[in-house]
């Protein structure tokens, strides 16, 4: 256990539809970042968030958005699913507001059908 | 967009034997870390190297950065099968979150 929860682990849902994801950080990490990866694109970095602001964007798509609450937590809201947006996603988090050895969750598997 | 490029894509080792691997980056960084994924899980960090530092040990790991050629490699020696797994570099830019390559797989038989 790393420390960094993710749920749900799997989730299969149609074309059109919309989800969360739900991250919950390692206990005193400040510093949430979510990854798509794809057999075809590898590790992509999505978002960013520091104590509750968001800090950096990655190649986030305008359909997804995400949020951290004030107790640290952090939701990816996936809209208007394609089929190309399954894939696994990851939720890191790490102590400072700079990389400096991240903590990963082991993922949620979407599969868009 | 990926910083860091692995080489080989995929490596097939016996037990005891060294394993290798490559990453070349194209910008400037802070540091460059080596994740370990095992497959379909979380990505576990093994060790992180700064700029200003050119070989670090960490255990049967042993990571060297070049950072005038904008390279690194991550030496495993007398490799386990249980090191069989896939191995990413991730490069930190400005202090940003970390931009991972696409990653080398390791297959070490018995």
């Known amino acids: 256990d790393s420390g960094v929860t993710q749920t749900p682990k799997h989730l299969i849902t149609a074309t059109g539809q919309r989800v969360t994801l739900r991250c919950s950080p390692r206990s005193g990490d400040l510093s949430v970042y979510w990854y798509q990866q794809s057999l075809d694109q590898g590790l992509q970095f999505l978002i960013q968030?520091?104590?509750?602001?968001?800090?950096a964007k990655g190649n986030i798509l305008e359909r997804f958005s995400a949020q951290q609450f004030p107790d640290l937590h952090s939701e990816l809201n996936l809209s208007s699913l394609e089929l190309g947006d399954s894939a696994l996603y990851f939720c890191a988090s790490s102590l400072w507001d700079s990389p400096r050895g991240y903590t990963f969750g082991s993922g949620t598997r979407l599969t868009v059908v | 967009s990926q910083q860091g490029e692995e080489d080989p894509q995929a490596l097939s080792i016996q037990e005891g034997e060294n394993a290798t691997m490559n990453c070349s980056y194209k910008?400037?960084?802070?540091?460059l870390q080596w994740y370990r994924q095992n497959s379909g899980r979380g990505l576990v960090h093994l060790i992180l190297i700064r700029s200003n530092e050119r070989e670090k040990h960490s255990g049967r790991l042993r990571v060297t950065l070049d950072t005038s050629k904008k390279s690194s490699s991550l030496l495993i020696t007398a490799s386990r099968a249980a090191d069989t797994a896939s191995y990413f570099c991730a490069t930190d830019q400005a202090g940003t979150a970390l931009i991972f390559g696409k990653g080398t797989t390791l297959s070490v038989s018995s």
């Open positions: 910008t400037s960084i802070n540091n």
């Open positions: 968030y520091y104590n509750g602001e968001e800090r």
